[in-house]
């Protein structure tokens, strides 16, 4: 009987320490989880603002408000047909 009672112990701790793993195990296997949807939310809040910032730069640049600005803010314009001189080398 005293073999029968070691193995009896012996698989009943095999058995707890299983259980302990399996929980520890999809505890970690939770918080990865949610540490990836985390990440997951991270990267599409970026690519919004990419977005935004893409459409803001092609907003800025177009040639028309170039174009105003120079006029406006620099005092520029447009040279009259007779004042383009052509470089030829």
Request: hydrophobic fraction near 45%.
């Amino acid at each position: 009987m005293t073999g029968l009672r070691f193995a009896v112990v012996v698989l009943l701790l095999a058995n707890v320490t299983t259980a302990a793993g399996i929980v520890y195990s999809k505890n970690l296997s939770r918080a990865l989880f949610k540490d990836s949807r985390a990440l997951l939310e991270s990267t599409d809040q970026a690519q919004i603002e990419w977005g935004r910032l893409q459409l803001e730069e092609s907003t800025l640049a177009r040639f028309g408000r170039i174009e105003e600005l120079a006029t406006q803010k620099l005092g520029m314009r447009m040279p009259a047909h007779d004042e383009i001189k052509m470089v030829l080398e």
